[in-house]
């Protein structure tokens, strides 16, 4: 049995090595490709970093991402933390701060809950990386007034809902990935915010059970959209489901259709790609599929029905598998600790 003083020997020692002194904030300040030189940075050291610097921190200790840490006046290429145990992002961190930040924002495999309003703002950056977190709430005008915005990665999170109000004012947004949340229901209208320009919308591994043809409400006919439903709940597809509006592709690869209306892309649909999952389909379904993408020119894709001998590709089980993967989050502070305390035990 551990004595007393030793839990206490080790109680201090995980607080030493888990505290949050400035002079244990590494900063890896790394060129942009093509360049060999690499410095490094201390938190008092940030703001001197150079134009065109890399940052990334990894494997910190940092509960509250705020202005002070990130504070840095020239132009960098991108800043990520990653694996920091942030919990909370300060509001106007980074608009008050690294405003020329022209690539990647990055805050990953941490613990964050809530995007609140204006934390993006007024950025030039092209991404934002936010998957791998606790989120599920994204307030009003979290991202706002960012007019290069290209992508946002929202993946492995707790989102139940998709808050258009909180993606305002971004023009030039191609690619929303919201993979691996909970998901249930697309409301109406949910991809209004999206610009009249091909977009990608990334949903599998959420949980929806059924679409409505009000969820697509606002989103532009004129450009062609990429729909990812693989290995959600959807059982079936009503009538002009997406009828007015084209599609690059639409993927429902691993979910449980057991019926599709004769009338799911009827009027003005314009489709390329159409994967699905024939397990739980009649033949008679099957084969009305397989003569209606002939019919259309549509390039087809299925499993379950290798008769038909059409390919499709396999599902994501790293995020499908409904066990969030901890291993990159994992700390090097924490390895130390329970090495030292199996010291203590043996």
């Given at each position: 049995?551990?004595?007393?003083?030793?839990?206490?020997?080790?109680?201090?020692?995980?607080?030493?090595?888990?505290?949050?002194?400035?002079?244990?904030?590494?900063?890896?300040?790394?060129?942009?490709?093509?360049?060999?030189?690499?410095?490094?940075?201390?938190?008092?050291?940030?703001?001197?970093?150079?134009?065109?610097?890399?940052?990334?921190?990894?494997?910190?200790?940092?509960?509250?991402?705020?202005?002070?840490?990130?504070?840095?006046?020239?132009?960098?290429?991108s800043i990520i933390f990653k694996n920091c145990f942030i919990r909370e992002i300060e509001e106007n961190c980074f608009s008050n701060s690294v405003q020329n930040v022209r690539y990647?924002?990055?805050?990953?495999?941490n613990y964050i809950t809530t995007i609140k309003k204006h934390t993006f703002r007024d950025l030039v950056v092209?991404?934002?990386?936010?998957?791998?977190?606790?989120?599920?709430?994204?307030?009003?005008?979290?991202?706002?007034?960012?007019?290069?915005?290209?992508?946002?990665?929202?993946?492995?999170?707790?989102?139940?809902?998709?808050?258009?109000?909180?993606?305002?004012?971004?023009?030039?947004?191609?690619?929303?990935?919201?993979?691996?949340?909970?998901?249930?229901?697309?409301?109406?209208?949910?991809?209004?915010?999206?610009?009249?320009?091909?977009?990608?919308?990334?949903?599998?591994?959420?949980?929806?059970?059924?679409?409505?043809?009000?969820?697509?409400?606002?989103?532009?006919?004129?450009?062609?959209?990429?729909?990812?439903?693989?290995?959600?709940?959807?059982?079936?597809?009503?009538?002009?489901?997406?009828?007015?509006?084209?599609?690059?592709?639409?993927?429902?690869?691993?979910?449980?259709?057991?019926?599709?209306?004769?009338?799911?892309?009827?009027?003005?649909?314009?489709?390329?790609?159409?994967?699905?999952?024939?397990?739980?389909?009649?033949?008679?379904?099957?084969?009305?599929?397989?003569?209606?993408?002939?019919?259309?020119?549509?390039?087809?894709?299925?499993?379950?029905?290798?008769?038909?001998?059409?390919?499709?590709?396999?599902?994501?089980?790293?995020?499908?598998?409904?066990?969030?993967?901890?291993?990159?989050?994992?700390?090097?502070?924490?390895?130390?600790?329970?090495?030292?305390?199996?010291?203590?035990?043996?």
């Amino acid at each position: 049995m551990i004595s007393l003083q030793t839990l206490v020997f080790f109680v201090i020692l995980c607080e030493n090595v888990l505290s949050c002194r400035s002079d244990v904030f590494d900063y890896k300040i790394s060129k942009p490709l093509g360049m060999n030189e690499t410095k490094f940075y201390n938190v008092d050291e940030i703001s001197k970093c150079d134009d065109n610097d890399l940052v990334v921190v990894d494997n910190q200790y940092i509960p509250e991402l705020c202005c002070k840490l990130v504070a840095c006046k020239n132009a960098l290429e991108s800043i990520i933390f990653k694996n920091c145990f942030i919990r909370e992002i300060e509001e106007n961190c980074f608009s008050n701060s690294v405003q020329n930040v022209r690539y990647v924002i990055g805050v990953t495999y941490n613990y964050i809950t809530t995007i609140k309003k204006h934390t993006f703002r007024d950025l030039v950056v092209t991404e934002i990386h936010l998957h791998d977190n606790f989120i599920d709430e994204l307030e009003d005008e979290a991202f706002l007034h960012l007019n290069n915005l290209s992508m946002i990665s929202l993946d492995n999170n707790r989102l139940k809902v998709i808050n258009p109000k909180a993606f305002t004012l971004v023009p030039r947004l191609e690619h929303l990935s919201l993979t691996a949340n909970h998901i249930t229901t697309l409301q109406a209208g949910v991809f209004s915010f999206l610009p009249a320009r091909n977009s990608y919308i990334t949903l599998a591994c959420n949980k929806i059970d059924q679409l409505k043809k009000i969820a697509f409400d606002g989103l532009s006919s004129r450009f062609i959209v990429i729909l990812n439903l693989n290995g959600n709940r959807i059982e079936t597809l009503p009538e002009d489901i997406f009828s007015n509006h084209s599609f690059g592709l639409v993927d429902l690869g691993y979910n449980p259709l057991t019926k599709i209306s004769r009338y799911f892309c009827e009027k003005q649909c314009v489709m390329e790609r159409f994967w699905f999952d024939c397990t739980f389909l009649t033949l008679e379904d099957v084969e009305f599929i397989v003569g209606w993408a002939k019919m259309k020119e549509v390039d087809l894709g299925a499993s379950g029905c290798p008769q038909y001998n059409l390919t499709f590709k396999a599902r994501p089980a790293k995020y499908c598998s409904g066990a969030k993967n901890f291993g990159d989050a994992f700390s090097c502070q924490l390895y130390v600790c329970f090495y030292l305390v199996l010291r203590f035990l043996l």
